[in-house]
């Protein structure tokens, strides 16, 4: 393993800190809520959804990171403006930890930025995300929230790979006129977690895993993926049974925190079960293999919980 010679940020959202060198922070695990074919969820238009069960998952979630030390964040996923509301207001009675608010609808999450300002969320709350598709409309209903955290995600079409990614952060590359880092600043968006955005296996997927390390190498920021999006994509593992999609799950997740990630949008809450475990071990191994870098794991890291 290795330590970064750049110094490495640590933000703190909702509590929860992400970043530092590798080994030093245990990794945030971000488990996704309210999905597209969730059994839990009735209708995605209106946000109707099974109250009990979305409660025993956030709860579950809690308890495996309570036990390993690797810190949870409830990633909201949400259809429409209507949904966002109905999610939000549930969780503000079930869960007081930081939370990402995520829609494929531009107006769902411009909506969302509004509503976790006016019900006092802000400072817990992560948008999800800046990219080359944030149009005006969109970023400026984040200038105007009191949300200061947000994923970046470094996607770069035009330039696939570590050097797209990197390009689309700083300049823009070849498909805007300003970088995302530059332009998060300016809406006041202090606290960045860069997404590279992990692409299908056979298409690219392994450059999510170099970009991790080449960005906290270059950037200081903290990185991280939904490194799972690869392995839900593949198509010769969707013949296979829960056993083999769940070992393949739970070794990209330790593969990517192996890469220098310092937070893992892991997918379905359901997976916490085995991602949890997986993450835990991962980051002792991280912790011992530096152990000679001058670097200390923090108290309630899993190398002093578990071992």
């Not at 071990?281 to 108290?299: K, N, R, S, T, Y």
Request: charged share 20%; with cysteine.
């Amino acid at each position: 393993m290795f330590r970064f010679s750049r110094e490495q940020s640590v933000v703190n959202i909702g509590g929860v800190k992400i970043g530092g060198q590798p080994g030093e922070l245990p990794t945030a695990l971000c488990g996704t809520i309210f999905y597209q074919g969730q059994r839990i969820v009735q209708d995605e238009e209106k946000g109707l959804f099974d109250h009990a069960r979305a409660e025993q998952l956030i709860a579950r979630q809690a308890e495996l990171a309570e036990e390993t030390g690797c810190p949870d964040v409830l990633h909201i996923y949400a259809r429409s403006i209507q949904a966002v509301e109905r999610y939000l207001d549930f969780s503000d009675g079930v869960w007081s930890g930081p939370l990402i608010i995520d829609s494929a609808d531009s107006a769902t999450r411009a909506g969302a930025a509004q509503m976790a300002t006016e019900l006092g969320y802000a400072d817990r709350t992560v948008y999800n995300s800046l990219s080359l598709a944030t149009e005006e409309e969109e970023a400026e209903a984040i200038r105007e929230s009191d949300i200061d955290s947000a994923i970046i995600l470094a996607y770069n079409p035009a330039e696939p790979g570590v050097d797209g990614s990197l390009a689309v952060l700083e300049t823009g590359g070849r498909v805007m006129e300003e970088g995302l880092l530059p332009k998060a600043a300016g809406l006041g968006l202090a606290n960045l977690l860069i997404d590279p955005g992990a692409m299908p296996l056979g298409s690219g997927a392994g450059a999510a895993l170099r970009f991790s390390v080449v960005a906290k190498s270059r950037l200081g920021l903290p990185v991280g993926s939904g490194i799972h999006n690869a392995v839900s994509a593949w198509q010769w593992l969707s013949a296979k049974d829960r056993t083999a999609k769940r070992c393949c799950d739970a070794a990209a997740a330790a593969m990517q925190l192996l890469s220098a990630a310092d937070f893992l949008l892991y997918g379905p809450i359901e997976s916490a079960e085995f991602i949890f475990p997986a993450a835990a071990m991962a980051d002792i191994l991280v912790a011992e293999a530096v152990a000679g870098l001058d670097v200390e794991p923090a108290a309630w890291h899993p190398a002093n919980k578990l071992v």
